[in-house]
């Protein structure tokens, strides 16, 4: 090989490992969703697209029900391994185009772009009953049932500013945490 073909090569694979290292950065290790990094990025940009169309656009908060006693009961591994397998749940009640963000801890973010405060509705009324109705199985011997808690709030008649959309998505589900929990609360009702 010669001295430029040994030079194209060493580009392109500094230029996949320099890509591989970016998509690190916005993607949580254990579930493989995006991050809270990728939703400071994000976020801003969706919502300066629903601005610029005048579209509508809507984010859920969600937080799974007496997910502590998971890891209390069956130890942080199972805990990690519900994660997981919520997280693909949720990937599955979604759009390819939404946004799927694990906020932290049992939290997670969907972002729904070109979506009003009745489809987000539908959708986060969808999240909670596949939830509700999923049998989590991280051994053959053992069945976990959970529950969640929805929030949500819409662009532009509940927050202008991503700040403000998650506060009052985050409001909206502690509402339902501290009512009756597995239930779906919109922020336009606090």
């Known amino acids: 090989m010669c001295i430029r073909d040994r030079q194209i090569r060493s580009s392109l694979e500094n230029a996949i490992r320099y890509q591989d290292a970016q998509r690190l950065i916005f993607i949580d290790d254990l579930t493989g969703l995006f991050n809270t990094r990728y939703l400071e990025m994000v976020l801003q940009t969706e919502l300066s697209r629903a601005r610029r169309f005048k579209k509508h656009l809507s984010l859920l908060f969600i937080d799974l029900d007496y997910f502590k006693l998971v890891n209390d009961t069956y130890g942080h591994l199972v805990g990690s391994w519900v994660l997981v397998e919520t997280a ?4 599955g009640c979604l759009r390819d185009i939404d946004i799927v963000i694990r906020y932290g801890g049992d939290e997670f973010i969907v972002i729904l772009s070109e979506t009003d405060r009745q489809g987000a509705m539908v959708v986060a009324e969808r999240i909670r009953k596949k939830i509700e109705e999923h049998t989590f199985r991280p051994r053959e011997d053992m069945e976990i049932h959970l529950t969640c808690c929805v929030g949500i709030a819409v662009y532009p ?3 202008e500013s991503k700040e403000e959309l998650i506060q009052l998505a985050d409001k909206a589900m502690y509402r ?7 239930v779906v609360y919109s922020a ?3």
């Open 176 to 182: 339902g945490k501290e009512t009756t929990r597995n």
């Open 88 to 91: 693909r749940v949720l990937k």
């Open 157 to 159: 008649e509940d927050a």
């Open 188 to 190: 336009h009702i606090l």
